[in-house]
């Protein structure tokens, strides 16, 4: 882990009565083979409870295969401290690509997407161009969330921490090579990939990212007895750093700034 100085400036000048900016979201959905109703709001930056209301359904467990869903235009609520940050994130268009492809692969609107960048919807796009797709935040936000409350960590300090540690940025990777939303050094990632996944998970993956970083958390609440502040002392220094040396100023930061943060919902 690495100092975050800019960003603890940021967190701590930040109010919860800004506004979130908006999500432009997808109109409609087909479902695939393999899709389930998560995976599908995590996509759109929305939530299953949203998807269900929108759609009528009866079972979230029961969906079938070129099925037509509504995506709510509205996300799951967004931390009031993200608010004046930038919602968008960038795409390399590749051979083959589609304006169309892209918003669908991302859970966008095309119509927005285009208005984002200049375009028309049908607009040729050139390989190696590059896009800024909207709505980064609220997806970065729904995956948070839903990894959150699938391994039963506080969402609210899943998301302070993630936002503390990149801004809620998959592509960050730190001097010492923390990668990701959550950056996790690669040891770190092997360590939870063993002992708490029970599989092998891809840091460079945000999907995998998070889960490391919920998983990581959990541990760290269970070995310290539910005490916040001492999981996280231990996520951001270590725990045989702080035994060695006590906590350094910038870790007594973090937990501060983190503190913050989680109240500023």
């Avoid at 432009?24 to 299953?48: C, F, W």
């Avoid at 390399?92 to 919807?121: E, H, M, Q, S």
């Avoid at 592509?171 to 990939?193: D, F, H, K, L, R």
């Amino acid at each position: 882990m690495t100092t975050r100085s800019k960003l603890a400036a940021a967190a701590l000048g930040a109010t919860a009565a800004a506004g979130a900016p908006a999500l432009v979201a997808a109109t409609t959905y087909i479902v695939r083979p393999g899709d389930t109703l998560s995976e599908i709001a995590v996509r759109h930056g929305t939530t299953v409870h949203a998807l269900v209301q929108a759609n009528g359904l009866h079972d979230a467990n029961l969906i079938r295969v070129g099925q037509l869903l509504h995506i709510p235009d509205t996300s799951v609520g967004l931390p009031g401290y993200i608010a004046g940050h930038p919602d968008t994130e960038t795409y390399t268009v590749r051979a083959g690509d589609g304006l169309f492809k892209i918003a669908r692969a991302y859970g966008v609107d095309p119509t927005a997407l285009a208005r984002a960048n200049g375009i028309g919807v049908n607009a040729m796009l050139a390989r190696g161009a590059v896009l800024h797709v909207p709505g980064r935040l609220a997806r970065a936000n729904a995956l948070l969330t839903h990894t959150a409350q699938e391994v039963g960590v506080d969402a609210k300090l899943v998301r302070a921490v993630a936002w503390m540690e990149s801004g809620w940025q998959q592509n960050v990777v730190s001097p010492t090579g923390a990668v990701g939303i959550m950056q996790i050094e690669p040891y770190t990632g092997e360590w939870i990939s063993r002992y708490l996944a029970g599989r092998t998970l891809d840091l460079h993956v945000a999907a995998d990212n998070v889960l490391a970083g919920c998983l990581l958390l959990h541990h760290l609440l269970q070995i310290h007895n539910g005490d916040v502040d001492a999981a996280l002392a231990a996520y951001y220094q270590g725990d045989s750093s702080i035994a060695r040396h006590g906590l350094y100023d910038d870790t007594k930061q973090y937990q501060h700034v983190v503190g913050s943060l989680m109240r500023h919902e």
